[in-house]
């Protein structure tokens, strides 16, 4: 299986800051015929689903702000929030799709400051 | 806009077997478009992917589960469905339903709401 570590596992930023969340995967999720990252980001709020925020590694799933931006390939990547609202307090996680089983990371909790 | 809703009981007693259902609207789950996941969420930890089924009755599992279980999908309801045997302690979390791309990528786009399964005597 594929492990993906996150750090660090919480986050306090201040409002209006960025904040910057790391995702590292054990092995290459980089799919060299295509050139395509097989990674994901999630946000879920407390008592909800996850809502998924980007794909492709860098991707922004429709309707989500442009605050939210994704970067990285290969192994090491990072999802940046460029200023912080209160409203993107919540667990973000990532995913790697590249091979079953899917596996997420354990999850950053991003708090303000 | 694909809603997904899951429904089933919320407490199973040990060495039984958890039966869950996803309810589609909105989307079909014949589609040749998506993937049907289930993924859970023991209380306090990450997401863990169980599997997944396509329209054909395809399925792909994670091995690293330790009870057995089994995805199947009714065309006819537009649902699908979880199977969990010989439940522990283990397998109490927040279970849910959500649509997974095939076409594009297996990332998870629509979920459900959850619902929490909690396995005790």
Known sequence: DIVMTQSPDSLAVSLGERATINCKSSQSVLYSSNNKNYLAWYQQKPGQPPKLLIYWASTRESGVPDRFSGSGSGTDFTLTISSLQAEDVAVYSCQQYYNTPYTFGQGTKLEIK | ?121
């Open chain 2, 1 to 121: 806009q694909v809603q997904l809703r899951e429904s089933g009981p919320g407490l199973v007693k040990p060495s039984e077997t958890l039966s869950l259902t996803c309810t589609v609207s909105g989307d079909s789950v014949s589609s040749t478009s998506y993937y049907w996941s289930w993924i859970r969420q023991p209380p306090g930890k990450g997401l863990e992917w169980i599997g997944n089924i396509y329209y054909s009755g395809s399925t792909n599992y994670n091995p690293s589960l330790k009870s057995p279980v089994t995805i199947s999908v009714d065309a006819s309801k537009n649902q699908f469905s979880l199977t969990v045997h010989s439940v522990t302690a283990a397998d109490t979390a927040v279970y849910y339903c959500a649509r997974d791309g095939h076409t594009y990528g297996h990332w998870f786009d629509s979920w459900g709401q959850g619902t929490l399964v909690t396995v005790s005597s």
